[in-house]
């Protein structure tokens, strides 16, 4: 989840929504790396999840099933916006996450 995350955030980069909007390989990629995040998540034990309140479990899950099984209609504010405004948060858990390992 970690390294999915960062490299989604790392891919897009300055990048504002108008540019990912004319950019089909971007907007591709992104949703990959999203989906493989909610996928990762996913995985994570009940257990595991219960133990780590800070992570947004059901909001990374339910992208992933949004993005999968929205098949041709991918909302690009909301993918920019996963990217842009949440992975942050994600990723600074996620590293506490690992750190404490």
Known sequence: MLSHSRE???????????????????????????????????????????SSPQVPWPQIIGMRNRLVHGYDVIDLDLLWRTVKEDLPGLIASLQEIVEGA
């Open 8 to 50: 989604a955030a790392e891919l897009l980069g300055d990048l504002s929504r108008e540019d990912l909007g004319r950019n089909r390989v971007m907007q591709l990629a992104l949703t990959r790396l999203v989906e493989i995040v909610g996928e990762a998540g996913n995985r994570v034990s009940p257990a595991a999840q219960e």
